[in-house]
């Protein structure tokens, strides 16, 4: 079990760029693959990016693709989500995972930080 929080969501413009920040507590950081997902009023669960535990390999969903990066820090305990170019559709409440030895856009994640909200005006 790894206790998530996350922070760095607000309200930004279209266009605008913003960066998530997932701070994780553990002594076992790097054997956990990390995951961002999103949700908006109304919709399902998105998955959004996603970085292994090992290798740094990294998934996007083709939504995002070009716009948001994912990236970690292993010394800080630190997982982020860079999002330029920021739409209107991309508003949701943006969560951080983890799963140990595990990732990806269907890993069944164990670990969920509570959320920060991001708000993109047109």
């Known amino acids: 079990q790894v206790t998530l929080v996350e922070s760095g969501g607000g309200l930004v413009q279209a266009g605008e760029s913003l960066r998530l920040s997932c701070a994780a507590s553990?002594?076992?950081?790097?054997?956990?693959?990390m995951g961002w997902f999103r949700q908006a009023p109304g919709k399902e669960r998105e998955f959004v990016a996603a970085i292994s535990w090992s290798s740094g390999n990294t998934l996007y969903a083709d939504s995002v693709k070009g716009r948001f990066t994912i990236s970690r820090d292993n010394a800080k305990n630190m997982v982020y989500l860079q999002m330029n170019s920021l739409k209107p559709d991309d508003t949701a409440v943006y969560y951080c995972?983890?799963?140990?030895?595990?990732?990806?856009?269907?890993?069944?994640?164990?670990?969920w930080g509570q959320g920060t909200q991001v708000t993109v005006s047109s």
């Open positions: 553990t002594h076992s950081f790097s054997t956990y693959g």
């Open positions: 995972a983890a799963r140990k030895y595990g990732w990806g856009r269907t890993a069944s994640y164990e670990s």
